[in-house]
């Protein structure tokens, strides 16, 4: 269950890029969800994993697109997202990385990530990373030549439940070099929503998570934040709608707040 066959590396390699919704919208904000997805399309397949695992937290972030979709239109922003399982390849996780291609993730065996020739890893790469990022920084590079603000917000969820321990908090705010949105932005929830909202936790920078910003904002100086929101509070589109009304204000309170200095 190793490696993809050197039929599938040498026919023609499909190409996964990522959705682009709402271009033309107003806000500064440009939403980006990594995680959106779980399909497991050829020729990867299923990886040797069940219809259960892969409908699990480790095969995507349940809940972040459809929360993500609603902030979209509550704030009338751009979004990017993902088209298939971070399982075959993490976008937010660098090529250099093991994990960009996990063969473990939490209690959970991927055989289908079991001893990655370079070859395989160079296809994934070529096949997912390279079309996410590329459209991404397309969309990026568009709205700076037209001298259009823009914020990199990203949206994640994670599981209550992680290694038998429970986690806590129910709103993330993690930030890589730039502090000053993510700090911002809690600050806000902590003072006007009853979220349990903490400072990079359940994860941070240290862990490896900040790729995408680390090459998306980071070289152009934008202000940006990762959001991780407990996917226990996002399952229902009822709760999504809640969700989006209640941190759709805090987003555009905290960029305000920012730029007040």
Same mark, same amino acid.
């Given at each position: 269950m190793?490696?993809e066959?050197?039929?599938?590396?040498?026919?023609?390699?499909?190409?996964?890029?990522?959705?682009?919704e709402? *271009?033309?919208?107003?806000?500064?904000?440009?939403?980006?969800?990594?995680?959106?997805?779980?399909?497991?399309?050829?020729?990867?397949?299923? /990886?040797?994993?069940?219809?259960?695992? *892969?409908?699990d937290?480790?095969?995507?972030?349940?809940? &972040?697109?459809?929360?993500?979709?609603? =902030?979209?239109?509550?704030?009338?922003?751009? !979004?990017?997202?993902?088209p298939?399982? *971070?399982? %075959?390849?993490?976008?937010?996780?660098?090529?250099?990385r093991?994990?960009?291609? @996990?063969a473990?993730?939490?209690?959970?065996? %991927?055989?289908?990530? #079991?001893a !990655?020739?370079?070859?395989?890893?160079?296809?994934?790469?070529?096949?997912l990373?390279?079309? $996410?990022?590329?459209t991404?920084?397309?969309? %990026?590079?568009?709205?700076? &030549?037209l001298? *259009?603000?823009?914020?990199?917000?990203?949206i #994640?969820? $994670?599981?209550?439940?992680?290694?038998g321990?429970?986690?806590?908090?129910? $709103?993330?705010?993690?930030?890589?070099?730039?502090?000053?949105?993510?700090?911002?932005?809690?600050?806000? +929830?902590? +003072?006007?929503?009853?979220?349990?909202? @903490? =400072?990079?936790?359940?994860?941070?920078? @240290?862990?490896?998570?900040? #790729?995408?910003?680390? =090459?998306? @904002?980071?070289?152009?100086?934008? /202000?940006?934040?990762?959001?991780?929101?407990?996917?226990?509070?996002?399952?229902?589109?009822?709760?999504?709608?809640?969700?989006?009304?209640?941190?759709?204000?805090? /987003?555009?309170?905290?960029l =305000?707040?920012?730029?007040?200095?």
């Open positions: 190793g490696s066959s050197l039929m599938s590396l040498h026919s023609t390699q499909p190409s996964f890029t990522a959705s682009v709402h *271009r033309d919208a107003a806000s500064p904000i440009l939403l980006v969800c990594e995680h959106a997805s779980n399909a497991f399309p050829d020729p990867w397949g299923g /990886l040797g994993l069940t219809d259960a695992q *892969r409908s937290h480790i095969a995507w972030d349940p809940g &972040a697109l459809d929360l993500s979709r609603a =902030l979209s239109a509550r704030l009338d922003a751009t !979004l990017v997202h993902a298939v399982s *971070r399982l %075959i390849y993490d976008l937010n996780r660098g090529p250099d093991p994990d960009a291609m @996990a473990r993730s939490e209690v959970h065996d %991927i055989p289908g990530n #079991h !990655l020739t370079p070859e395989s890893r160079l296809h994934r790469t070529e096949a990373y390279l079309p $996410f990022h590329n991404l920084h397309g969309e %990026i590079a568009r709205r700076l &030549a001298g *259009r603000a823009t914020v990199i917000v990203t #994640h969820s $994670f599981t209550p439940v992680y290694h321990q429970a986690r806590a908090v129910e $709103f993330g705010v993690i930030h890589d070099a730039d502090d000053r949105l993510s700090r911002a932005i809690v600050a806000d +929830a902590q +003072a006007k929503t009853d979220l349990g909202c @903490a =400072l990079n936790k359940p994860y941070s920078a @240290a862990d490896g998570v900040t #790729h995408t910003l680390r =090459l998306h @904002a980071t070289p152009y100086g934008l /202000l940006n934040a990762m959001l991780e929101i407990r996917n226990d509070l996002i399952a229902t589109p009822e709760q999504v709608a809640v969700m989006a009304d209640s941190l759709a204000p805090v /987003l555009q309170r905290a =305000l707040a920012v730029a007040e200095g």
